[in-house]
């Protein structure tokens, strides 16, 4: 199983970044979601959609928005309002109904004018 992410980069203090993350080599996925790091922080969950529906962290809640395409399958997070406290590293995952977890391979999102 694959996860091959796209989309991060250098944005300005409110504006907008999308991240797009696509899986190959499973059909059996149940969550996909996206983790964030920075440095000497644990990795915490920013948004999740699964079979329980649609999570989302305090600090991303009303800004981000995280959606799916089954047919394909693959997520997106849309990350509006952004804020110098969003950079971070952003890690994609998927878990399967086996309790299988894959991750992907990170992409930097940086905040900052």
């Known amino acids: 199983v694959q996860l091959v992410e796209s989309g991060g980069g250098l944005v300005q203090p409110g504006g907008s970044l999308e991240l797009s993350c696509v899986v190959s080599g499973s059909d059996n996925l149940n969550n996909m979601g996206w983790y964030r790091e920075t440095p000497g922080q644990q990795r915490h969950l920013v948004a999740r959609m699964g079979s329980s529906g649609r999570y989302y962290g305090d600090s991303v809640r009303g800004r981000f928005t995280i959606d799916r395409d089954t047919n394909d399958p693959t997520a997106y997070l849309h990350m509006s309002s952004v804020e110098p406290g969003d950079t971070a590293v952003y890690y994609c995952?998927?878990?399967?109904?086996?309790?299988?977890?894959?991750w992907g391979q990170g992409t930097q999102v940086t905040v900052s004018s």
């Open positions: 995952y998927a878990d399967t109904w086996a309790g299988s977890v894959y």
